[in-house]
């Protein structure tokens, strides 16, 4: 047996997987190099050479499929519908908020310019209003 021959044999005991698995794997290298006859590998594997023919054309039929091109990359996530939903339901109560947001900023911005022209003619025993008022409208509270 040649070199290379031996080496492809090393080579199944790098593999990742069960010792059972590559023992058989290299049985049916070995055959495919020359190294056992098939009546010695059926004997090895405890298969009759019917069952042994059909586990060869397994092994070649895996290794030449995992040798086909495949796209490039991760293949797609499967998506959730339920997920889709509540994703989106989170996203339009964020809209709903962040609307809100604006709208709350907007009347702090315009609020305080009325409230201080409201305190000029407010009567002198009343202090704090425009502080209060304030707070009303950032708690949502303001009822006009």
Known sequence: MSGR???LLELVGHLVGDEGQKQRLKVIFAVLIGELS???ACELLGLCASRYYELRQQVLEAALQSLSPHPAGRPRAVVDSQEVEHL????AEHEREMHLMRVREELLLTVPRVVRENERSALPGQK???RKLRRRVMRGKHAT
Do not use: L, T
């Open 5 to 7: 021959a031996r080496h």
């Open 38 to 40: 098939v009546n010695e």
């Open 88 to 91: 989106s339901a989170m996203a």
């Open 128 to 130: 704090g209003g425009a």
